[in-house]
């Protein structure tokens, strides 16, 4: 089963059999998430969306992984991650200004805060804690993935995203203030 | 449980990280304490906003360059179809396909029947039929039949 409702894994083994009905549901399920998420890491979009397509190729084209063991979407961000951090060590993104920020194409829902507030509240926290809120908010993880991704116990990812939520909240605080 | 004991513990009822009874517990009072539930959408609001502010598409000439990569990867090419279709597992019906196809064989092989021709009806003449346990030379026991 290759529809809508079938799992990544399924589609993964799918696609592999040349399935491309089961890339177009694969790729709308991921496109905005796993892109979203290589764009907190570069700058530039040319770059990032070549890097977008060298990680999902990578992932479909890796038969190390067994898609009836593992999580397809743990095992994404993984690959997207490590890309992302050698790209940051070759030098390609700088510390950027927050005016220099890449404004999203669209706004999937109406936010109750506005995109730049969220932003500068997201850039005042520890590199840890931002990874943590991109990978739940953003890439839509749930905390076993999120563990797997970051290579910690489950519930150090609960009690680390409480904290992580609070500073959040706090920054965002700060910036509503006058 | 009281409101500063419910706002305490929004975070973690967000998350779904809060035991059994703590869940109902912090449900339960916002359900009763419209303060506490206008905290509570605040801070899912404030949370939707991370994903809002992030969101954001590649191209369309994205998704067509990785469709046509994935295509010529991973499409089968004939010879694959073929290979393919001689590997598919043989159904569980399998067995008895395979016995009917001798069956089937020696039911084409066998010669028709033989049908008597005419001229051979003329010259054996068929045996007239008999009548088993049957006398004609007695009586019949009952004459009153007209």
Redo the contacts between chains.
């Keep these: 089963m290759t529809g809508p409702a079938a799992s990544d894994e399924a589609l993964t083994r799918a696609i592999r059999d040349g399935d491309m009905d089961a890339f177009d549901v694969l790729y709308a399920r991921y496109e905005v998430r796993l892109f979203a998420y290589v764009r907190r890491f570069v700058d530039d979009r040319g770059r990032a969306e070549d890097i977008f397509q060298d990680v999902f190729m990578a992932v479909l084209r890796d038969r190390t992984f067994d898609p009836a063991r593992g999580r397809f979407a743990a095992w994404l961000f993984t690959v997207a991650r490590n890309r992302c951090r050698m790209e940051h060590r070759k030098g390609s993104r700088e510390s950027r200004a927050l005016d220099a920020l890449p404004r999203p194409a669209e706004a999937s829902e109406p936010a109750y805060a506005e995109a730049d507030q969220v932003r500068r509240a997201m850039d005042a926290l520890p590199d840890g804690q931002r990874q943590l809120l991109l990978l739940k908010q953003v890439a839509e993880l749930t905390y076993r993935e999120i563990a797997s991704v970051l290579g910690v116990a489950e519930g150090t990812i609960k009690s680390r995203l409480h904290a992580a939520t609070v500073a959040f909240r706090a920054q965002l605080a700060k910036g509503e203030t006058p | 449980m009281n409101c500063d004991d419910a706002l305490q513990k929004l975070?973690?009822h967000?998350?779904e990280?809060l035991g059994p009874e703590d869940a109902v517990a912090v449900a339960d009072h916002l359900g009763r304490c419209g303060e506490c539930a206008q905290a509570y959408c605040?801070?899912q609001?404030?949370?939707?906003?991370?994903?809002?502010?992030?969101?954001?598409?590649?191209?369309v000439d994205?998704?067509r360059?990785?469709?046509a990569?994935?295509?010529a990867?991973?499409?089968?090419k004939p010879t694959r179809k073929v290979l393919a279709f001689l590997r598919r597992p043989i159904p569980a019906y399998g067995a008895a396909l395979a016995a009917a196809i001798p069956l089937a064989a020696w039911l084409g092989a066998r010669p028709a029947s033989v049908e008597p021709t005419p001229e051979a009806g003329a010259n054996h003449a068929p045996a007239p039929a008999r009548i088993h346990d049957y006398d004609a030379t007695v009586p019949l026991l009952d004459r009153n039949v007209s």
């Design positions: 975070t973690d967000h998350h990280t605040r801070l609001a404030q949370l939707r906003g991370i994903g809002a502010a992030y969101a954001e598409r590649p191209s994205v998704r360059a990785l469709r990569k994935a295509k990867e991973f499409a089968p």
